[in-house]
């Protein structure tokens, strides 16, 4: 672990580790995961298993409704207490295995950890909508034979992941060994969403099984005996069980690609390790960023003599596989620019240099606050940065309510093909509008609400097009935004070169690995879910003694708090007579913490005089 020793005996350790696997497992069966938070979506598991409890889409979004948010907190409560439940029984446990270096504790520690994953396959909901978009866009492909990454590629209203996406038809932002996959989950899961569902998760099972055995074989060659600690640090972990076996999110494929390099590295096929390791960005572009560390290490561990040939092959084969993803992917923070958006792959990547999309990060604290001192307030404050208006229609009759509740005052009734401009994104399946024709403002459930074809000439309109624009027609926001963007990235830019320039060896390259991914998430990561961590999790079970893991393994805690308190809209809380902060600042809750206790642990240790000696660069300072 990165604690001390534990002094118990082989045998006490051992009654230490099977207990916590126990009670892990009994919490895992009993479920952490009510469906009554606001995350939460069907998983449709009763169609694959039918003792599982049957819920489906709209009886989820109707209940969650009735229950309001009573019902989110009473789950937000369980879900905080089961999961510290379970990251006890994993400290306790990763105290235990140190040293325990027997070849049954690892087939224990393996065994036990699929159990954690398997058992999620039986969980009624997910905590994102993730997987039917893995679905929605595969079935693109394999079903409809479009292209995901053209923005008029059309599906079927009809199609059942559509609908579970909410009706939502754009490009992806995944890269294209994450569609090839969903492809083929889609294909063989043809129309049943229970069946996809399942085969998601199974896939995303195995591979945070795979990534756990190649973490053990790595660790095993390095420092074999920390070999089991490293997998129950990985495998064990609760944000990996609940991300990669209940939520399915492809995160776990990419991890796995990565561990895959990095054991390659270790077993001297270097060039074979550095092409898969750019393959990885095919799933998603940010594991990109570990290249040069590796190429570093690789030059610091043979000398360019022998190793600039191969170098320069890994470095042809990664451009030609990353130029690939440049061109076919979408434009994401954590995907990859596309050539065939606006602006072309300039225009990509200023997006994502310079973009406007903030959710659950500190970033999202400053650019409020300064949104407030620009005038904003009430439901305009609300409204997220990046967002622009689509204009929709009713498929349906439908009314405009004075508030998102059937039980509010009705403002209009709306016929059928009723033109609208969305005023803010959907929030607990209300969409605030306008009607383009009376200009009356007002609440209209989402599932009524599809895309138009073709905009109404309305939209040409300066008014209308200040009102589509969102936040950012005001330019002091889009300066403002500007300038937290390039700060953040230059800081993040100069991190990068100074761990890069302290990488000598495959111990420092993996520590350096971590500290960037940590960084990622802190300085340019404006758009951070939980499971992104799966990212810093992965390399830091390589090293499980250094400081950057520590760090990782609170993070790993602390954001899943944004389960509990992502509450929409934040004035819901004076309902459940909660403070409204837990709320607004999420973000410091999920981030601020592990921050504030690593500053405070060095802090400490220097002023108690036991603090590394000066002069040592970044390695032996995060050993």
């Keep these: 672990m990165v604690t001390k020793r534990c ?31 606001q995350s939460c979506e069907p998983s449709y598991a009763s169609e694959v298993f039918p003792w599982v409890e049957s819920i489906s889409h709209r009886q989820l979004v109707c209940e969650q409704a009735i229950t309001s948010i009573g019902g989110h907190v009473d789950a937000a409560v369980r879900f905080g ?48 909508t993730d997987v039917f978009s893995y679905a929605y866009y595969g079935r693109v ?41 969903s492809t083929g989950i889609a294909w063989l899961g043809g ?40 997998m129950l640090l990985f495998l064990w972990n609760p944000l990996v069980i609940l991300e990669s076996g209940l939520s399915a999110h492809n995160d776990s494929l990419m991890a796995l690609l990565i561990t895959g390099a990095v054991c390659l590295y270790v077993r001297r096929q270097r060039t074979a390790g550095f092409l898969l390791l750019a393959l990885s960005g095919l799933v998603k572009f940010v594991s990109v960023i570990l290249l040069p560390l590796y190429a570093i290490m690789w030059l610091r561990e043979e000398s360019i003599r ?61 650019i409020q606050r300064w949104r407030v001192l620009c005038g904003q307030s009430g439901a305009a404050l609300g409204v997220p940065l990046s967002f622009q208006g689509s204009w929709v229609y009713t498929s349906e009759p439908a009314s405009l309510y004075r508030q998102p509740s059937e039980n509010s005052i009705i403002e209009q009734r709306l016929a059928a093909k009723t033109v609208l401009l969305t005023l803010d994104v959907p929030r607990n399946g209300w969409v605030r509008v306008i009607n383009s024709s009376t200009q009356s403002r007002g609440y209209v459930r989402r599932r009524v609400l599809w895309a138009v074809d073709t905009e ?37 830019i100069g991190f ?6 302290r ?44 400081s950057p893991t520590r760090l990782a393994l609170l993070l790993s805690l602390t954001v899943l708090t944004l389960y509990m308190t992502m509450i929409t809209p934040a004035t819901a809380y004076r309902s459940a007579g909660l403070p409204r902060i837990l709320c607004e600042f999420r973000s410091l809750i999920a981030f601020g913490p592990p921050l504030l206790i690593a500053i405070l642990y060095v802090g400490v240790q220097r002023f108690a005089g036991r603090g590394l000696p000066a002069g040592r660069g970044l390695p032996e300072q995060l050993n």
């Design 7 to 37: 002094e118990l005996s082989p045998p006490m350790r051992w009654m230490v580790v099977g207990i916590c696997a126990v009670v892990s497992l009994v919490v895992y069966l009993v479920g952490p995961v009510s469906p009554w938070l």
């Design 81 to 128: 207490l089961m999961v510290g439940a379970l990251w006890v029984c994993y400290w306790a446990a990763l105290l235990a295995v140190r040293g325990l270096d027997h070849r049954r504790v690892a087939s224990f520690v393996a065994l036990v950890g699929v159990a954690f994953l398997v058992l999620q396959f039986f969980t009624p909901v997910t905590l994102s």
């Design 141 to 181: 492909v394999g079903v409809h034979g479009a292209n995901p990454y053209d923005s008029a590629a059309f599906v079927p209203r009809e199609d059942p992941f559509l609908t579970l996406s909410y009706g939502q038809q754009g490009t992806t932002v995944y890269g294209p060994m994450a569609i090839a996959v």
């Design 191 to 230: 129309g049943h969403i229970g069946l996809t569902v399942f085969l998601f998760r199974a896939v995303a099972t195995a591979a945070a099984f795979g990534t756990a055995l190649f973490i053990w074989l790595i660790v095993r060659d390095t420092q074999p005996k920390q070999a089991n600690e490293a």
């Design 306 to 366: 022998t190793a600039w040939r191969r170098l320069a092959v890994g470095v042809v084969g990664s451009v030609l596989i990353v130029g690939s993803a440049l061109l076919m992917a979408g434009n994401d923070t954590n995907s990859v620019p596309s050539a065939s958006t606006k602006g072309g792959l300039f225009g990509g990547v200023m997006r994502t240099v310079l973009g406007a999309k903030y959710m659950n990060n500190i970033h999202e604290l400053i």
């Design 456 to 492: 109404p000439a309305i939209a040409r309109d300066p008014t209308w097009q200040r009102l589509a624009a969102g936040p950012l027609a005001d330019a002091r926001l889009r300066s403002a935004n500007v300038v937290l963007r390039l700060t953040t990235w230059l800081l993040f």
């Design 496 to 501: 990068c070169c100074f761990v890069a320039v």
């Design 503 to 546: 990488v000598r060896d495959f111990h420092t390259f993996c520590v350096g690995a971590v500290s960037v991914f940590l960084a990622l998430y802190w300085l340019v990561g404006t758009w951070i879910w939980p499971w992104y961590l799966l990212w810093g999790l992965t390399m830091a079970a390589l090293v499980p003694e250094s």
